[in-house]
């Protein structure tokens, strides 16, 4: 245990070496400026950090993730819960089923799918609040890995030189039978029907914290924008393969009532599918990012 003296104190445990924290003996449902401003702190320094015991419900969820941010539509293609369009909820227990019902990614093993959340739109979130429901007794970690670790050990020139580049971030494939379904989506109080192609720096600049930080994920960037397709394809498997290196990680087992409380914009995240057909629910809630740059 790790007890860091900063204007307030927190009883914080470092998880791995350059990623995760867990904080203690905070009651998520009542915290003054301070707190949150501590929290804020090791949250930007840790980049994922977890408060065990919570157990919020969808109101105090909310509250708590406002206070370090606004929330966005909980997804925005799926729509939230009943009474919460904020919150998103994800039973992976049916996920294959829903994945089968939207018909364009059937295929999809329980695996691990690296990505970074819904960079696929011009402002992705800046972060999302988990609130663990169901968990098994077993199985379903979720990793995180640190994209500031991941670009730092890179060549500098290499480094220099991805800082050059674009990449387009696109959902069209994974979400348009989705689409077809819900008839619209909704993104920042914007309602669409297409998704459109963004494009995003592949180095970007953390907008807090200035960190220089890797920018693309498996899970929606399709190619980078002034190299040719088998040049871009290449890179960027290098890139998916390098940027989740076990000494860029942290895995974390849940237990109902945690929640976790990731920075979406320096980090990818992936479920560890090896939880078979035990029940695991989790809600989530999605704060407002800006245009990567
Ligand atoms: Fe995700």
């Not at 707190?35 to 509250?63: C, G, I, N």
């Not at 871009?232 to 849940?254: G, I, Q």
């Not at 009532?257 to 057909?277: E, I, L, M, P, Y």
């Amino acid at each position: 245990m790790t007890v860091i003296d900063r204007e307030v104190k927190l009883d914080i445990e470092w998880l791995s070496g350059s990623i995760g924290a867990v904080i203690r003996g905070l009651d998520l449902r009542d915290l003054d400026d301070a707190t949150v401003a501590a929290v804020r702190q090791v949250w930007l320094e840790r980049k994922v950090v977890f408060f065990p015991d919570q157990f919020l419900d969808p109101d105090s969820h909310l509250a708590f993730a406002a206070y370090f941010g606004t929330a966005t539509e909980g997804h925005p293609v799926i729509p939230g819960i009943a009474g919460y369009p904020n919150i998103f909820e994800i039973d992976y227990t049916k996920a294959r089923e829903l994945y089968a019902t939207y018909g364009d990614v059937s295929n999809r093993r329980q695996g691990i799918d690296w990505h970074t959340d819904v960079t696929f739109v011009k402002r992705p979130p800046l972060g999302s609040i988990l609130n663990a429901k169901v968990i098994p007794p077993s199985g379903g970690d979720t990793m995180w890995s640190d994209q500031g670790a991941a670009l730092r050990d890179l060549s500098p020139s290499l480094q220099d030189y991805l800082s050059t580049l674009h990449a387009v971030h696109d959902g069209r494939d994974t979400f348009k039978n989705a689409l077809k379904q819900f008839g619209k989506a909704k993104w920042e109080g914007k309602q669409f029907e297409e998704l459109e192609p963004v494009t995003h720096p592949v180095v970007r600049t953390h907008p807090e914290t200035g960190e220089k930080v890797l920018f693309v994920n498996p899970g929606f960037t399709s190619h980078i924008v002034e190299l040719d397709r088998r040049e871009s394809d290449v890179l960027l498997r290098f890139l998916y393969e390098h940027s989740v290196r076990p000494e860029f990680t942290v895995r974390y087992h849940w237990t109902a009532g945690d929640v976790g409380f990731w920075d979406n914009r320096s980090t990818q995240h992936a479920v560890v599918g090896d939880f078979g057909k035990q029940h695991w629910l989790i809600q989530r809630v999605t704060l407002k990012g800006d245009q990567p740059a």
